[in-house]
């Protein structure tokens, strides 16, 4: 099955992810986990930016950067907050339930990524050109759910529908989003409070 999406303004493929929930009188597929999953700090930087996980994962945060981190989520999907540690040092998260969650650096406020924990195995990312394709998909009747970086999941939400596949290749065309994604999530730091504009600490060297 594909589709792609396009966006107001000027083009800039920005993440995303396509994944189809089996609805009553089809059978779910478990999803086989491809895992250790792992979020690294370095340069700064998560890498990946966006992780995609089954319900009930565990996923590392290792600092491979050589100085401290401290990584924390106040968002919906998983709240936590692993404290400052050290360069070469890890700590792990388990995401036990359904959710996006937006995790962020303490000391860093340019950092940010995406996990996104969900039920169903059937899923893809979007391409360079933001378009979306989902392979091996069983025949049955499904419900289309889109999460799109930048834009507000209530307008994200408009977009999703049901599906009827028969095993065999779907386009479901161009969605059209109505509004242009957030180039960046605002954010506070775990206080709730603005980061320094020029912070002095002895965690950062």
Not at 168 to 181: A, E, H, S, W
Request: with cysteine; aromatic share 10%.
């Amino acid at each position: 099955m594909r589709l792609a999406f396009s966006q107001p303004g000027k083009h800039r493929s920005v993440p995303a992810v396509a994944w189809l929930e089996p609805l009553a009188g089809t059978a779910s597929v478990p999803f086989v986990s491809h895992g250790p999953y792992t979020l690294t700090q370095k340069n700064r930087m998560f890498l990946p930016h966006l992780l995609v996980i089954p319900i009930g994962a565990v996923v590392k945060f290792p600092n491979a950067d050589p100085f401290f981190h401290n990584v924390f989520s106040l968002f919906d999907g998983k709240r936590f907050d692993l404290g400052l540690y050290e360069a070469g040092s890890s700590k792990s998260v388990t995401f036990s339930k359904e959710g996006v969650s937006y995790i962020f650096c303490n000391i860093h406020p340019e950092m940010s990524a995406v996990i996104l924990a969900l039920p169903s195995p059937i899923f893809a990312t979007a391409d360079s050109n933001d378009s979306l394709l989902l392979r091996n998909i069983p025949p049955g009747d499904y419900k289309l759910h889109l999460w799109i970086e930048g834009v507000p999941q209530a307008v994200v939400d408009d977009l999703i529908r049901s599906v009827h596949l028969e095993g065999v290749r779907v386009d479901l065309g161009l969605l059209t989003i109505p509004t242009k994604p957030s180039r960046r999530l605002a954010h506070t730091n775990k206080f709730g409070n603005e980061y320094e504009l020029h912070p002095i600490s002895p965690y950062d060297h």
